[in-house]
């Protein structure tokens, strides 16, 4: 769409009866099965210095004077739900959520990240919004931590100092206190490979420290030990009262051998154990600890490399106990898959140490895939299905809640890409609950268009587009919400459901938004 053109939407009165019955079929969806949409704070919110909020890592790195974000954007207002939190309750009633992944912003509540001060006002936001969401029976998926880390805590090392295993603790109690009697599902950790890799092994994400083979393995040792933590201060102390449950969410990236090549196949299973193994097998095995190729290969290229240990901080017996067990759900943050191999092309490809050296493998993608607004995000549902094949075998057939899945364009109102990625994922999805998989339910990310980390708002998620342009950050459905909705309301999937919409472009300097109808 040309930027300087409006689009109108349409949407007329369709008699669904008169439909030529369509040749593939239409597949429902179990019974009790529950849709949502997510988002996260820092990416939504906005309100960042309002009302006594701490300064978070996000805050501090998207302000540096040479911006590391595409277009130079922040998240100080996003699509400002901090004040327009009412308006996405609105969203939510009118898609017919049954729930909203939302995260809470860690400095919003603990300005400096301890407990010791309490921002009243930041409490008062998230039991404003989790009331009006209960007045519109949706339910509250909370995650307590998605990637905006108190910048006091950065400051003594964040996610590489051992003591934030407390330090969330004593967060989580905040959390259960002030909420836990109305929140019934929490989320303790969201996408610890991205919070470790991503921050800490890369620059790929807040706060940027770049230090590979080392700072993501330590992050990865205390994620998991302060997400344990969590999740037994809530068993000892909550569960009994409030009654809700408690899980992680992980990203689960599908790796697909390039070729049948026994090498090929074991680069694919190496691959899978670095991604998600690191976090899933402490948590979902029955042994616990890291997985064992995982730590071999550490080790092995420790020593190569004349550590006096290995760089894969260990798990005492204690702390494995502590990890094992420790969640009621499995989350899964899961949107494509990769190609990968391994072959002697790899020597010298990656520095070392680091964890892509220790992993030892090529990732390569499929051209022939679809291709989304986003670099990492192709199409490929098929490698959903095995992916959720793999982690009912691996993990012993965990509940599952899909967290996170969806689409990224360039913008616009007509996004029969995102459709289509819809509906195949969720196709894919009904397959695997055929197959045996404990899927209960499905969040899109994400409900609105948000701040899409070093993207900026370069890469639109949303089902529902926001105008960052207008001081009222409108928000306007886009062609999928419609789709989605009607797939929440007949709870099942039919591929030829076509909304009557009409898209017309409307003169630049007509106002859009009260132009804006739909008659049901
Ligand atoms: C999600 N990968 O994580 C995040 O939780 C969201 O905050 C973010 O907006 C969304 O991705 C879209 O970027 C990821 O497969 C999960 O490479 C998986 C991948 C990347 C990010």
Redesign the pocket.
Known sequence: MAPSLYLFLFLLIFNSGNRVASKSKVRSFPEGFLFGAST?AY?VEGGAFDDGKGLSIWDVTSHEKTSPIQDGSTGDVSANSYHFYKQDVEIMKDLGLDFYKFSISWPRILPDGFANNVNKAGIDYYNNLIDEMLNNSIKPFVTMY??DLPQQLQKIGGWTNPYIADWFKDYASVLFENFGDRVKHWITI??PS?ICYGGYGSDLLAPMLNMTGIADYACAKNVLLAHANAYHLYDEMFREHQNGTIGIAL?F?WFEPTSDNPDDHQAARDARQFLFGQYAHPIFTKEGDFPEEFKRKIAGKSAEQSFKRSRLPELSATEVTAIRGSADFLGI????TKMVYRDASIEGMYPVPSYMDDMGVVIVKDSMWPQSQ?D??QEVPWGFYKMLREVNRLYDNPLVYIT?N?W?TAGGLLDEDRIRYLRNYLSALLDAIDAGCNVQGYSV??MID?F??RDGYNAK?GLYEVDFSNEDRSRTPRKSAFIYKEIIKSKSLDPHYEPEVYLEEVPENEEKKDDYVYNK
């Open positions: 996260s990416q998605h990637w969201n996408g991205e990203n990236t943050n899961s949107y494509t986003t990492w995000l996170e969806g990224s990310w994400s948000a899409e980390w998620f």
